[in-house]
Structure formats: C-alpha cells, structure tokens
C-alpha cells in the first residue's frame, strides 16, 4: 500500500478516510444517545402525569383514592409493607434501577406524611426494550453502510482533487516545443495558480531553447567566412618567399577577420540574453550603414558603381552595437551577394531600407539564415522587419521603435 508521501492522490484519501470514519461514529453514538434519552424523557413524563392523576383523585376521594395498579405500573405508600426493599429508602425524585429496567418516582401527596411511589417496570411497558439488541445491530450496520458509502465517496472527492495535477504533470512532460498551455489555466484557484507558473516556466525554457539551438545554427553560418579568410591568409603567409605587401594585406584582413568575429560573438550572446538583460549604447547608425557600404564596395568591385546610399549619414540610436552593424552587415551582403546588381540604401530616423534587383531565374538559398538572424535580432530590439519580394527586387523595411 502506498505510504502518505507517494501520492498525492493517497494523502488526501488518508485524510478524507479517518475523518469520514470519525463522523460516523460520533453520529452514530449521538442516535443512540438521543434513543436513550427520548425514551427516558416518555417515561418520566408518563410517570408525572401518573402522580398528577393520582394526587388529584386523592385530594377528592381521600384514602378511597385507588393507587395506580398495572402489568407496567405500580403506585405504593412509602409505608406499606409490600413495598419492594430497593426503592424503600429512595429520595423524592426520579430514579432508575437500570440492571433490571425500573424506573421510579417518589413525590410528595398534600397532606399526607407518607410519599407516593410510583414503580414502572420499562420492560412490560414497551415492546422494544426486548430489541434492544436488534436496535444495536441495525444501527451499527447502518454505520457500516454510512463508513462504506463514505469510504466510496472519499476515493472519488480525492480522484476529482488529484485529478488535476496527475494531468498537469502529463502535459508538462509531454509539452511541446511551442507555446504551452496547460489545463486549469482559466481557473482561479490554487490549481490555476499552479497551471499559469508551470505554462511560464515551460515557455521561458522553450524559449531558452530556441535562442540556444539557434545560436549554434547561426554561429556556425556567421562564423564561416571569417574563419576562411582567417585559413586561406594563414596558407598564403606559409609560402615561400611571401613578400611584404601580401604580408601586410594578409594580416588585414586576419585583422578584420578577427574584428568580425567579436561581433558576431557579442551579436549571438546579446540575443541569447533575454531582451530585457541587453545592455544598450548610443550608437551612430549612419556611419555604420556608410562604412559596411564602403566594405562591400570593397569587397564587390563588380557593384561599386551600383551600390547607391540616401538619407541620413549621422543618425545615433540607443541599441547593441553589435545588433545594428549584424543588421547591416547581413541585409547588405544578402543585397550585395545574391542581388543582381543595383543595390539602394535609404536611412531615415524612422526605418532603414534596403532594395536590390533580383534575377528571378537565379534560384538563390542566400537569403535563408542571414533574414533568420536579422528576423532574431529586429524582434529581439523591438523593430519592425518588413520584407517584400517581386519578380525584379527584393526589399527589406526595418523601422525603428
């Protein structure tokens, strides 16, 4: 059998059990008491209007006043010789010889030295007193019917209470990955209370999750052309007979490599963080948006000439530094890299747009986790990231908030 501590289920069953047992016996002994006592208080009563009879038949008649006499009852002088020698020396009052079933009234006659005594044998007066024991046998099993019934009544009540949290703790343990919403939410009670901190719990932890998961996804996609400039100019500085120059320029752009990494590294710890937790910074969104055109530029000479800036050259917005040059790094090199050709730039202190032509025979995949991460960190900072596509541009529309 479980113990109290196994279930909750079982520890409200234990407490229900004992008290239900308790209430049956102390109702059944408050019947049987009341049994007892109605039946006590019939005869006392009887045994009054008897004297009352008797004392006014005699207060007419005298001594021709016939004392009570029969099968139940019998009326004595407190002189007379037959009176029985257990209730001879009885007190004025009721009396009860409970062994033999008697009940007794000695009271006071006006004028009269001697006292009235009235002897009622119970057991010729009433039919039951022979089913006393029957009585007994029937209450009990009514008890035992009461203890049966409440035993079954007791299992159900602690069913429907435990109920609730056997199927909480099933859909915790089968939550899934999105939002959750657990049974009970709606209800005001503890149960609600329970269901609403468990549905948050979950939610902060698939949350966790998914900044975690995508965390090593992103990484691993940011990461890699840093970390092939960083190989490919180790490789060039191990030839033979490299000279200055491209030592130089090897090291550069091992440099800007290395600046890259950091940022991306601040950039995917920042979103890890929950929104809240970001620390934020004045940061000058329109040398960044000048100075990764000036990169791509670089880095495409194919689509200098194509690559067009409008707006505000100097904007300072309270944000990650890390967020906004990822922003801008990202939707620029998405513009630059998998447009065909033309690419425009507008900063307001509003939104950031950016439109590029597209082929739309080219089927590009470029596009996929760089919007990922730019979708991460627009909702992340509390932006608003827009994003349209037709048969000859694509368009990206971040206003700020």
Same mark, same amino acid.
Request: hydrophobic share 45%; with cysteine.
């Given at each position: 059998?479980?113990?109290?501590?196994?279930?909750? @289920?079982?520890?409200?069953?234990?407490?229900?059990?004992?008290?239900?047992?308790?209430?049956?016996?102390?109702?059944?002994?408050?019947?049987?008491?009341?049994?007892?006592?109605?039946?006590?208080?019939?005869?006392?009563?009887?045994?009054?209007?008897?004297?009352?009879?008797?004392?006014?038949?005699?207060?007419?008649?005298?001594?021709?006043?016939?004392?009570?006499?029969?099968?139940?009852?019998?009326?004595?002088?407190? %002189?007379?010789?037959?009176?029985?020698?257990?209730?001879?020396?009885?007190?004025?009052?009721?009396?009860?010889?409970?062994?033999?079933?008697?009940?007794?009234?000695?009271?006071?006659?006006?004028? +009269?030295?001697?006292?009235? /005594?009235?002897?009622?044998?119970?057991?010729?007066?009433?039919?039951?007193?022979?089913?006393?024991?029957?009585?007994?046998?029937?209450?009990?099993?009514?008890?035992?019917?009461?203890?049966?019934?409440?035993?079954?009544?007791?299992?159900?009540?602690?069913?429907?209470?435990?109920?609730?949290?056997?199927?909480?703790?099933?859909?915790?343990?089968?939550?899934?990955?999105?939002?959750?919403?657990?049974?009970? +939410?709606?209800?005001?009670?503890?149960?609600?209370?329970?269901?609403?901190?468990?549905?948050?719990?979950?939610?902060?932890?698939?949350?966790?999750?998914?900044?975690?998961?995508? @965390?090593?996804?992103?990484?691993?996609?940011?990461?890699?052309?840093?970390?092939?400039?960083?190989?490919?100019?180790?490789?060039?500085?191990?030839?033979?007979?490299?000279?200055?120059?491209? %030592?130089?320029?090897?090291?550069?752009?091992?440099?800007?490599?290395? /600046?890259?990494?950091?940022?991306?590294?601040?950039?995917?710890?920042?979103?890890?963080?929950?929104?809240?937790?970001?620390?934020?910074?004045?940061?000058?969104?329109?040398?960044?948006?000048?100075?990764?055109?000036?990169?791509?530029?670089?880095?495409?000479?194919?689509?200098?000439?194509?690559? /067009?800036?409008?707006? %505000?050259?100097?904007?300072?917005?309270?944000?990650?530094?890390?967020?906004?040059?990822?922003?801008?790094?990202?939707?620029?090199?998405?513009?630059?890299?998998?447009?065909?050709?033309?690419?425009?730039?507008?900063?307001?202190?509003?939104?950031?747009?950016?439109?590029?032509?597209?082929?739309?025979?080219?089927?590009?995949?470029?596009?996929? @986790?760089?919007?990922?991460?730019?979708?991460?960190?627009?909702?992340?900072?509390?932006?608003?990231?827009?994003?349209?596509?037709?048969?000859?541009?694509?368009?990206?529309?971040? %206003?700020?908030?």
């Amino acid at each position: 059998m479980l113990s109290p501590t196994d279930s909750f @289920f079982a520890r409200i069953l234990y407490a229900l059990l004992p008290f239900m047992a308790l209430i049956t016996l102390f109702y059944s002994l408050l019947i049987w008491a009341a049994v007892i006592l109605t039946e006590d208080y019939i005869v006392s009563s009887y045994l009054n209007l008897e004297a009352q009879e008797f004392q006014a038949k005699y207060a007419q008649l005298g001594r021709a006043a016939v004392m009570p006499n029969a099968i139940y009852l019998k009326g004595y002088w407190s %002189t007379d010789a037959n009176l029985p020698a257990k209730v001879r020396h009885l007190p004025v009052g009721h009396h009860e010889i409970e062994k033999e079933d008697i009940h007794v009234l000695v009271s006071e006659v006006a004028g +009269v030295a001697a006292l009235l /005594v009235l002897v009622m044998d119970e057991s010729s007066l009433s039919q039951t007193e022979g089913y006393r024991g029957q009585v007994f046998g029937l209450l009990c099993a009514v008890a035992g019917l009461i203890l049966i019934l409440g035993a079954i009544l007791a299992i159900a009540i602690a069913r429907a209470i435990a109920r609730p949290i056997s199927q909480l703790a099933a859909q915790v343990a089968g939550s899934p990955s999105g939002p959750p919403c657990f049974s009970g +939410v709606e209800r005001k009670d503890e149960i609600g209370t329970l269901s609403r901190t468990l549905s948050s719990l979950v939610a902060q932890q698939n949350t966790a999750l998914l900044r975690e998961q995508a @965390f090593t996804r992103h990484v691993s996609h940011e990461l890699r052309t840093p970390l092939s400039i960083l190989n490919n100019s180790l490789a060039i500085l191990r030839l033979p007979g490299c000279g200055a120059d491209k %030592t130089t320029r090897c090291l550069q752009r091992m440099e800007g490599a290395l /600046v890259g990494m950091k940022m991306t590294i601040e950039l995917f710890l920042s979103l890890a963080r929950a929104p809240h937790q970001s620390r934020h910074e004045a940061v000058d969104v329109g040398a960044i948006v000048v100075e990764q055109i000036e990169k791509y530029r670089l880095l495409y000479p194919f689509a200098a000439g194509a690559l /067009v800036f409008t707006g %505000t050259a100097s904007f300072t917005l309270a944000a990650s530094e890390a967020i906004v040059r990822s922003v801008v790094q990202n939707l620029l090199g998405n513009a630059a890299q998998h447009g065909a050709g033309k690419v425009r730039v507008i900063l307001t202190e509003q939104r950031l747009v950016i439109l590029n032509n597209r082929d739309e025979q080219v089927q590009s995949q470029g596009y996929g @986790f760089g919007l990922e991460i730019v979708a991460r960190a627009c909702a992340h900072t509390g932006w608003q990231l827009e994003t349209a596509c037709t048969r000859h541009t694509f368009r990206a529309c971040i %206003t700020f908030t």
